[in-house]
């Protein structure tokens, strides 16, 4: 018998994130609105079916890796990067720690210009504030900021 190893454990735990989070895009903040379009559990009604779904084939895919587990340090340091970002989040909300995420990444570990940096921070702004914060209305979380402000 096999023994169950993280590289299977990790994406059955994320497919089952992925069910809850699919769960509460559509019954708790709503898929779709008939007379206006998408609802503000759109976008993450459907990035849960496709983390299920990349979940699932990770999974399956773990099956035919050999026994021997080695991550990379860029595997463990986008890992740190996540629960940075998470935890960043409740000090300058989502919206600040990502934005800070992608100038960090791209300055420290990237190496790109100023330039760069600032064209692609522009764009991510214009999609998170335009599309996700605008047209479809989801509130981020402000972290402490909310009680400053």
Do not use: H, N
């Not at 509460?24 to 009604?45: D, T, Y």
């Not at 989040?89 to 300055?107: D, N």
């Not at 600032?118 to 999609?127: E, R």
């Amino acid at each position: 018998m096999k023994r169950v190893r993280t590289k299977q454990m990790i994406p059955l735990f994320m497919a089952g994130f992925a069910v809850v989070f699919g769960w509460v895009g559509v019954f708790k903040l709503g898929f779709w609105k008939p007379a206006q379009g998408p609802a503000p559990g759109f976008f993450p009604s459907i990035m849960a079916v496709v983390m299920f779904l990349a979940s699932i084939l990770a999974f399956i895919q773990s099956f035919k890796e050999d026994g021997t587990v080695k991550y990379e340090k860029q595997e463990l340091l986008v890992i740190a990067s996540g629960a940075g970002i998470i935890l960043a989040t409740f000090l300058i909300g989502l919206v600040g720690s990502c934005f800070l995420y992608i100038i960090l990444w791209l300055k420290v570990f990237e190496k790109a210009s100023w330039k760069d940096t600032l064209i692609i921070l522009a764009v991510v702004a214009f999609i998170v504030i335009g599309v996700f914060g605008l047209w479809l209305g989801i509130q981020f979380p402000l972290g402490l900021m909310e009680y400053i402000l």
